[in-house]
C-alpha cells in the first residue's frame, strides 16, 4: 500500500458530524451509569466547600503511591500544605498483576521511604491512586495497558492487598522504624479531581491522556442509581463519577484496519482509547507502516516518544526519505483522537447538564502524552473553536491521594 492510501484511511470525514457523536456519548453515559460495573463508576461524595486542613490529623507528613501503567511513583508530602517533599519514580517490569507485583512494589517503596527517615521516629498516614478500574468494594474490575492479573488477587480489595504488602516488608526489614497508616484507595483520574478541585480551584471535569485515558466529573445525586450510590449521601449532594471513558464509543466510533488493537481474549474493548491514547496511537502508525512495507528496519519502539519526536521533526533520519509522510501520517492519527476527545467532552456536558456546552470551559487534566504532544494540545484547542481550554496539573496523582488522605482519613494500621 503506498502512502496517499494510507493518508486516506486515517483523514476524518468532512461529513463527521461531531454533534452527533456527543449525543451517542450522552446516550452511552446514561446506560453505562445504569447498567455498567466496570464503567461510570461512584467514587464518593464531593462536599459544596472543602474545609481549612491545618488542624486535621497529628501526622505532619503523608505517604502518596501512584500505581500507573509502566511506572510507580511515590512521594512524601507535607499534609498542611500539600507540597511534595521528596518523590521516588519505580519502573514497573511486569506486566501480571499478583502479590508478587505488589510486595515489590511496596519493597522499592519502603526503602526509599527508609532512606529518608533513617533512624528517626515516624508515622505516615498512607494515600493510594490506582490506574486500573475498581468497584465500590475497591476490588479491580477489568484490566487494561496491557496487563493481566490472577486468581490469588481476584475479588480482594486493593486496600487489603497493598496492605498485606506492607505488612510482609516491614515484618521482614526490622530496621525500618517509620509505622503507616492505610487511608483508602482510590482511582487515579479521582485524584486528578481532587487536585484540581482543591488546589487549583478549577471546575468538575478533569481528564486523564497519558497511556491511557480517562474522564472524571460530578453529578447530582438524583442522576445516580440506586445500586451505586455511595453511603452516607445527602440530597444535594454531588457524586464523583470515575467514568473509564476508554470504554466509549463501541459501534460509532470507527475503527480502522489498524486501529484493531483488541486481540486478547481477556482484554477489554476500548475504542475510545484505541483511537486518541498514547499508548495506541502508535500502534496504529506501526500498523500502517508494516502493512505498508515502510516499517524502518532499525529497532524502533513505538510508543508516545516517538509520536511527539516524529511531529516535532526530531531525529528524522529515523525514517530517512520516508519522512514527511510518515510525519503527516501521525498529524491525521492525531487530528482524529482530538475530535473524538472533543465529542467526548461535549457528550459528558450533555449528558450532566441536559445541553450543550454553552460558555468556555477549562478542563483539568494529566498525562505525559498529552502533556508533550504539543499538537495535540494545539488541535484539541483548536477543534472546539475555544470553547475548551486545558490546563496541566503536576504532580496531580500523587497531591490528589494526599488530599483523599485529609478529606476522607479512614486509617488501617499497619
Not at 91 to 96: C, L
Not at 98 to 116: A, K
Request: glycine share 8%; net charge neutral; proline share 3%.
Amino acid at each position: 500500500m503506498d502512502f496517499k492510501l494510507l493518508l486516506q484511511e486515517f483523514k476524518v470525514s468532512e461529513d463527521l458530524d461531531v454533534d452527533k457523536l456527543s449525543r451517542l456519548v450522552s446516550r452511552e453515559l446514561g446506560i453505562r451509569l445504569i447498567n455498567s460495573s466496570t464503567s461510570m463508576l461512584t467514587s464518593g461524595i464531593i462536599p459544596g466547600s472543602f474545609k481549612d486542613t491545618k488542624d486535621r490529623g497529628n501526622n505532619h507528613y503523608i505517604l502518596a503511591i501512584d500505581f500507573g501503567g509502566t511506572t510507580c511513583k511515590s512521594a512524601i508530602i507535607s499534609r498542611h500544605e500539600f507540597k511534595i517533599v521528596d518523590v521516588h519514580t519505580f519502573d514497573v517490569p511486569f506486566r501480571v498483576l499478583d502479590t508478587f507485583f505488589f510486595d515489590t512494589i511496596i519493597q522499592s517503596v519502603c526503602g526509599w521511604v527508609y532512606e529518608y527517615t533513617g533512624d528517626r521516629l515516624f508515622h505516615f498516614q498512607v494515600g493510594i491512586t490506582f490506574s486500573f478500574p475498581l468497584n465500590s468494594r475497591n476490588e479491580i474490575t477489568t484490566m487494561g495497558k496491557g496487563f493481566t492479573m490472577t486468581e490469588e488477587v481476584c475479588n480482594i480489595s486493593v486496600q487489603t492487598l497493598i496492605q498485606r504488602s506492607f505488612c510482609h516488608v516491614l515484618a521482614r526489614n526490622k530496621k525500618y522504624g517509620f509505622k503507616v497508616s492505610l487511608c483508602g484507595v482510590i482511582n487515579d483520574s479521582v485524584a486528578v479531581f481532587l487536585t484540581n478541585k482543591v488546589i487549583y480551584g478549577n471546575n468538575d471535569t478533569v481528564m486523564i491522556l497519558g497511556t491511557g485515558l480517562n474522564f472524571c466529573f460530578t453529578l447530582p445525586y438524583e442522576m445516580i442509581p440506586k445500586s451505586k450510590l455511595p453511603v452516607n449521601y445527602r440530597k444535594g449532594d454531588w457524586v464523583l463519577i470515575n467514568s473509564e471513558a476508554g470504554f466509549l464509543g463501541s459501534g460509532y466510533l470507527p475503527l480502522g484496519r489498524f486501529d484493531q488493537h483488541h486481540t486478547e481474549k481477556s482484554a477489554p474493548y476500548m475504542p475510545l482509547e484505541y483511537l486518541a491514547s498514547g499508548k495506541w496511537i502508535p500502534k496504529s502508525l506501526e500498523n500502517a507502516l508494516c502493512s505498508s512495507g515502510k516499517l524502518p528496519s532499525k529497532n524502533i519502539v513505538f510508543n508516545g516518544e516517538l509520536i511527539c519526536d516524529i511531529l516535532d521533526a526530531i531525529n528524522r533520519d529515523l525514517f530517512g526519505a520516508d519522512f514527511e509522510m510518515i510525519q503527516e501520517i501521525t498529524r491525521l492519527l492525531i487530528d482524529r483522537a482530538a475530535i473524538y476527545i472533543y465529542a467526548v467532552i461535549k457528550g459528558i456536558y450533555r449528558f450532566r447538564d441536559g445541553h450543550d456546552i454553552e460558555k468556555p470551559i477549562v478542563i483539568g487534566f494529566t498525562g505525559s502524552f498529552l502533556h508533550y504532544c504539543k499538537y495535540y494540545y494545539k488541535k484539541l484547542l483548536e477543534v472546539s473553536g475555544g470553547m475548551v481550554r486545558y490546563n496541566f496539573l503536576p504532580d496531580s496523582n500523587l497531591l490528589g491521594a494526599a488530599i483523599h488522605t485529609v478529606y476522607y482519613p479512614q486509617e488501617y494500621q499497619t
